[in-house]
Nanobody
Framework: EVKLVESGGDSVQAGGSLRLSCAAS????????MAWFRRASGRDCELVSR???????DYTDSVKGRFSLSLGDAKKTAYLQLNSVKPEDTAVYYC?????????????????????????????WGQGTPVTVSS
């Protein structure tokens, strides 16, 4: 089965750190595009960070210098390191991918009902992991 599963979400105090994980099944991130999104309560989804097929990484301005996207050595897990977190980082965090190659069927339709109209280039999404930052 082709899927993504996030983990690592937790409650943390402002200024603290957290690492989110995104485990891929049925494909690897090697040669695939992937991204982290987040949705705060009452707000639209926001792209947090993404990595291209060639390994270029970029971040939304609000997390630059604080968050870091990386891939595990086997390219089966993606990470989002959150440092110096702020209350405004509170959200459900989602990982998403457009696999280069899969070993099973995957929908051709992009996007997620959790992030309507956002990230439609990604056709595999996780279920989300919540992060709560207290002041």
């Amino acid at each position: 089965e082709v899927k993504l599963v996030e983990s690592g979400g937790d409650s943390v105090q402002a200024g603290g750190s957290l690492r989110l994980s995104c485990a891929a099944s049925g494909f690897t991130f090697d040669g695939s595009r992937m991204a982290w999104f987040r949705r705060a309560s009452g707000r639209d989804c926001e792209l947090v960070s993404r990595i291209s097929t060639t390994g270029n990484i970029d971040y939304t301005d609000s997390v630059k210098g604080r968050f870091s996207l990386s891939l595990g050595d086997a390219k089966k897990t993606a990470y989002l390191q959150l440092n110096s977190v702020k209350p405004e980082d509170t959200a459900v965090y989602y990982c998403a991918a457009e696999p280069a190659v899969t070993d099973g069927p995957v929908t051709l339709y992009g996007g997620s009902p959790d992030c309507p109209g956002i990230g439609t280039e990604f056709n595999v999404w996780g279920q989300g992991t919540p992060v709560t930052v207290s002041s």
